[in-house]
C-alpha cells in the first residue's frame, strides 16, 4: 500500500480552530499541516467532510468484553469483586477473542488508542497488536502474582510495536503500602508509566485525615507518566496536587452512575489545568464500547462545552505523540462524513476511513 497520503478535508485538532486544509501523511507521520489545498506529485490523494485525530478511551477493561452489563446494579465494592471473580474464570483464548473484538468496535467508533488493566498480559498484548491499536496495557497488581505478571507484560509488550507497557496498582484499598512502593521503584527504574484506580469510593477510615490522593501523592505514585482514574471522591487540595504533578486523571461517567458512585469534579479539573482523559470503564458496569456516550453526559449533563469534550476525547500526549493533528506526529485519524464538530461528537454520521501510523485499518 502507498505510505504518502494527502487528505483534503476540515481538519480539527485539540486546542485550534477547525479549518479546511491539507494534511500530509508520509511513512507514518504527519509531515505537514497546511491550510492551503496542496497538490504534491506522488501523494495518494484523499477527500473527506472531516480529518481528526483518532481518539483514545483513555480507561478500558476491553477483555471482558463476553460480560457486559454483569455488574450493573451492584455498588462499590461488590461490582469490582464481581470483576475479579469473572476474570479469574475465562480462559486465555476467550480474551485474546475478547479483547480483539473490542478493539474492531473501538476502531469502527473512531478510537485508535486505549489504556487497558487486566490480570493477565499475552493474550491483551496480542489482541491489541494484531488490531493495530496503539495501547497502554497495564496489570491491576494487588499482590505478589499479579505484580509478577505485570513484569511479565514489559518482556512481551517488546515484542510489539504499538503496545507500551506501564504497571499498574488496582487501588489504593487493596493494594498494600509495601506494593505500591515496590510498584513506584519498579516503573521509576523502567522510566515506565502507572495505572491506578483512584478515589473512586468514599475515603477509607484508615487513611485517618488523609484523602486517597494524598495517601498516593505520599506514596510518589503521581508524575507526568501517571494515568489517575476516577478521582470521584476528591478534595480542592486533591485537583492541585494531580495538576501538579503533572498526572492524567481519566474519567468514566456513566460507569460511575451505574454504580451509584459520584461523578468526578469535571469543571474543577478543567479549570485547574488538569490533563483530563475520557474513559469506558468495565463492559462489567458499562454494556457501550461508544465514547461518544461519554461525550454526550459531559456535554448534555455537565454542560462542558463541545470543544473542550474533543479535547478530552483526543487526550493529546496520553500516549506520546498522538492526539494532535500535528507535524511530527503519528498519522493516527480519523476521516468522517461529519461536517460539524458536533456532528462529530454528538451525531450518527459514520466514520469513513481509520489510519493508524500512516495505515488504513478500515
Not at 479535547?311 to 494532535?324: E, F, H, K, L, S
Request: with cysteine; hydrophobic share 40%.
Amino acid at each position: 500500500m502507498p505510505e504518502e497520503y494527502v487528505i483534503h478535508a476540515r481538519v480539527y485538532s485539540p486546542g485550534e480552530k477547525p479549518f479546511k486544509g491539507t494534511v500530509l501523511v508520509e511513512h507514518g507521520l504527519i509531515t505537514e499541516v497546511s491550510r492551503k489545498l496542496l497538490r504534491p506529485r506522488g501523494y495518494e490523494r484523499i477527500q473527506s467532510n472531516a480529518v481528526f485525530p483518532g481518539f483514545c478511551n483513555a480507561h478500558v477493561h476491553a477483555h471482558m468484553h463476553s460480560f457486559a452489563g454483569k455488574g450493573i446494579g451492584k455498588g462499590y465494592p461488590e461490582y469490582f469483586q464481581e470483576l475479579f471473580r469473572l476474570e479469574k474464570r475465562v480462559t486465555r483464548e476467550q480474551l485474546y477473542w475478547d479483547t480483539l473484538s473490542f478493539c474492531k468496535k473501538m476502531l469502527l467508533e473512531g478510537i485508535t488508542r486505549a489504556c487497558n488493566m487486566s490480570l493477565h498480559s499475552r493474550p491483551i498484548a496480542r489482541a491489541y497488536s494484531d488490531s493495530g491499536m496503539r495501547a497502554r496495557l497495564a496489570i491491576a497488581v494487588k499482590n505478589r502474582r499479579t505484580f509478577l505478571e505485570n513484569e511479565r507484560l514489559f518482556r512481551i509488550a517488546s515484542k510489539y510495536e504499538r503496545v507500551t507497557p506501564d504497571y499498574g496498582i488496582a487501588n489504593e484499598r487493596e493494594t498494600s503500602k509495601s506494593l505500591i512502593e515496590k510498584v513506584v521503584l519498579a516503573a521509576g527504574k523502567r522510566n515506565a508509566g502507572l495505572q491506578v484506580h483512584v478515589a473512586e469510593a468514599p475515603v477509607p477510615s484508615w487513611l485517618e485525615g488523609w484523602t486517597s490522593v494524598q495517601y498516593l501523592d505520599s506514596l510518589r505514585v503521581f508524575s507526568r507518566n501517571t494515568i489517575a482514574v476516577h478521582c470521584t471522591y476528591v478534595t480542592e487540595k486533591d485537583v492541585r496536587i494531580l495538576r501538579d504533578r503533572r498526572s492524567w486523571v481519566v474519567t468514566c461517567p456513566v460507569a460511575n452512575v451505574n454504580v451509584g458512585s459520584r461523578i468526578p469534579p469535571v469543571r474543577s479539573f478543567l479549570g485547574r489545568g488538569v490533563g483530563l482523559g475520557l474513559g469506558t470503564d468495565e463492559p462489567v458496569i458499562n454494556t457501550s464500547t461508544d465514547l461518544k456516550q461519554e461525550a454526550r453526559f459531559l456535554h448534555n449533563s455537565l454542560k462542558i462545552p463541545l470543544h473542550k469534550v474533543f479535547d478530552v476525547m483526543c487526550a493529546p500526549g496520553v500516549i506520546p505523540r498522538t492526539g494532535r493533528v500535528k507535524e511530527g506526529w503519528h498519522a493516527d485519524l480519523v476521516l468522517s462524513r461529519a461536517k460539524s464538530l458536533k456532528q462529530i461528537l454528538l451525531g450518527d454520521r459514520g466514520v469513513e476511513h481509520v489510519m493508524v501510523g500512516g495505515e488504513f485499518l478500515f
